[in-house]
């Protein structure tokens, strides 16, 4: 399971420096993966470069994880300061899409050393 949280916390570090193949590697071709703009998910890792790239086109977000959970079936529940900035890196203000600075939790499963499905959790 600690592999899993190292896992993570690469993603997270590749994330917040705009490395999306960096991240893309860590997860399956099927994945499932929470829309946080729009709801729902999107599924496969050219559909996760699509959501991030029209993402960052917006908003310049960072995620800072805070701590890491693992569960029984080998699920990480990560705690991330959520940070969103406009284009210009100022605070946001009147934006169309539910992004805002805020605690949430981040849902992971794997299979076989990669992640298969993340959610988006209110806390």
């Known amino acids: ?20 193949d ?3 590697a860590a997860l399956t071709d099927d994945v499932a993966w929470a829309n946080g703009m729009d709801g729902g998910h999107v599924h496969g890792r050219e559909a996760v470069r699509d ?3 029209r993402q960052w086109a917006v908003v310049s977000p ?6 890491f959970d693992t569960a029984e079936d080998a699920s990480v529940l990560v705690k ?3 940070s969103i900035r406009d284009l ?10 539910g992004l805002k600075d805020k605690l949430v939790g981040h849902l992971f499963q ?6 298969a499905r993340f959610d988006i959790q209110d806390f």
């Open 51 to 53: 959501y991030w790239t």
């Open 80 to 82: 991330v300061q959520q």
């Open 1 to 20: 399971m600690t592999e899993n949280v190292e896992i993570l916390k690469r993603m997270y570090e590749r994330f917040n420096a705009r490395d999306i």
């Open 22 to 24: 960096g991240v893309l």
């Open 88 to 97: 210009e890196g100022r605070p946001l203000q009147d934006q169309a899409h």
């Open 62 to 67: 960072r995620v800072d994880p805070v701590s």
């Open 110 to 115: 794997f299979r076989q050393g990669q992640v």
